[in-house]
């Protein structure tokens, strides 16, 4: 069982920026590929950004391409989602989760463990 805690989340205004961090409880964290994902209200779970266990590989949702970089130290067992240039369309709960998936999951269905979430809410 692998336990997630988020942190980092907040109030931004549009254009500014925010650092989003993810503990694992375990040390297997660096086993698996590790991914975020975001739920703003009436609106399903979606993809963001995903990081292979080895952080050699990386996958975004084209909404975020250019503007988030994913990033995780195995050592730490942590993982990070940094966000520039935010806008109102960002604005949602964001959730790091952990997949026993082989490959690039990028559906919430292929991930096995997730966090509590944490609110980033960007102003216009």
């Known amino acids: 069982q692998v336990q997630l805690v988020e942190s980092g989340g907040g109030l931004v205004q549009a254009g500014g920026s925010l650092r989003l961090s993810c503990a694992a409880s375990?040390?297997?964290?660096?086993?698996?590929?590790v991914g975020w994902f975001r739920q703003a209200p009436g609106k399903e779970r979606e993809f963001v950004a995903l990081?292979?266990?080895?952080?050699?590989?990386?996958r975004y949702a084209d909404s975020v391409k250019g503007r988030f970089t994913i990033s995780r130290d195995n050592a730490k067992n942590t993982m990070s989602l940094q966000m520039n240039s935010l806008g109102p369309e960002d604005t949602a709960v964001y959730y790091c989760?952990?997949?026993?998936?082989?490959?690039?999951?990028?559906?919430?269905?292929?991930?096995?463990?997730w966090g509590q979430g944490i609110q980033v809410t960007v102003s216009s």
């Open positions: 989760a952990v997949s026993l998936v082989m490959g690039f999951p990028d559906h919430p269905r292929d991930y096995n463990y």
């Open positions: 990081i292979s266990r080895s952080a050699g590989s990386t």
């Open positions: 375990e040390r297997t964290f660096s086993s698996y590929a």
